[in-house]
């Protein structure tokens, strides 16, 4: 009786382990084309015054930012820890004013915007409007992914900030106003 029903449990944990989700073909990344799995790309950016003082709040009327003719407006972060999921495929959530702490140690918020699909290739503006009524171009440049061997895995990603070369997705603004 043992050596029957230890198999049969087996079976029935291996059947319980598979799961049952159907994936449509642009959830997949084919093989041929694709040996990694790229990260998604985050932004994040701050704003301070004239005097130093933090303009990002998760409440900024006439605050927007344009991405590949999409318009989005700043949003509570607590409304992104409640579409944020495990899944490890790069999900486009939106414009959120998130909570941090700056380096004297002061609670602030930044603005987080993300995520974009690193692996697509992509030459895209991002336009930021401030409340101000003045307006900055974040461009991103991401092309020519390719495994150059060994597991190193390589892309041209660029950034610009209103035209000029820009290291990282961190953005540092200052001398804005509401």
């Not at 087996?10 to 959830?27: F, I, N, Q, R």
């Not at 993300?114 to 991002?126: F, L």
């Not at 336009?127 to 101000?132: A, Q």
């Not at 070369?165 to 540092?172: L, M, T």
Request: net charge negative.
């Amino acid at each position: 009786m043992k050596r029957v029903v230890f198999p049969i449990i087996v079976l029935s944990g291996l059947l319980l382990a598979t799961g049952c989700d159907k994936w449509s073909e642009e959830d997949r990344i084919e093989e041929e084309q694709w040996t990694v799995d790229w990260a998604p790309v985050e932004i994040f950016i701050t704003a301070t015054d004239d005097d130093g003082n933090s303009i990002i709040s998760p409440d900024m009327p006439g605050m927007t930012l344009t991405f590949k003719g999409e318009t989005y407006t700043v949003k509570d972060w607590k409304e992104f820890s409640r579409l944020q999921t495990r899944a490890y495929l790069a999900i486009l959530y939106g414009l959120f004013a998130q909570p941090y702490n700056e380096s004297d140690g002061k609670a602030s918020y930044r603005l987080y915007f993300g995520e974009i699909d690193g692996a697509k290739d992509m030459d895209e503006d991002i336009v930021l409007k401030w409340p101000d009524g003045s307006s900055d171009t974040i461009h991103y440049h991401c092309s020519d992914h390719y495994n150059k061997g060994r597991g190193i895995f390589v892309c041209d990603r660029s950034w610009k900030l209103n035209g000029i070369n820009h290291k990282g997705s961190i953005f540092k603004f200052t001398g804005k106003s509401l």
